[in-house]
């Protein structure tokens, strides 16, 4: 099979473009994307976020790592060269999804530096939000609900984050949340406090 380009695709011009649904919407639409490691509560914010914004009337989607590949991803594994395609497919469906007006909380470990750049490059400046969840591993892995570290340190899982593959810290995230310190309400109130003073939301 040869390679596959995009050479006679068409871009079709919209009729309803984004600020057109924002204005609808009213609010702004925006990529929230939370990175670290297993277990420093990306989801579980995330998910918290979305039913305050939901209840407030906001247009919100959660893409979650382990539903993503059971879909999207089902044909991916966990080598680094997956692992980048991974977080590429999810840049662009969070960038669809901006633009059809929702807030997008995406919330994916995304270790690497280069992949994360890659996903913010594809949106404008002030569209992508990363949000640090800084735990420490010990914390991480005192959490370890789904036994993930236990079979990565007996080396069941090969290439797991934080063990035997590497995480890159984010060098300058919009916000960085000490998940391990803080609570999950202490951690809504700061998301919600950052996103309101970017007229995001309304105050």
Known sequence: MGKITNQ????????????????????????????????????????????????????????DGDNIRRGLCKDLGFSKSDRIENIRRIGEVSKLMMEAGSIVLAAFISPFKQDRKIARDLVSKGDFIEVFCDTSIDICESRDVKGLYKKARSGEIPEFTGISSPYENPDAPELSLDTGAFSVDDCLKEMLSYISKKRIIKP
Do not use: C
């Open 8 to 63: 006679n695709t068409v871009l079709h011009e919209p009729v309803v473009y984004r600020k057109d649904r924002e204005e609808m919407n009213q609010h702004k639409s925006v990529i929230i994307w939370f990175t670290g490691l297993s277990g420093s509560g990306k989801s579980t914010l995330a998910y918290a976020l979305e039913d305050v914004l939901h209840k407030n009337n906001i247009r919100t989607f959660v893409l």
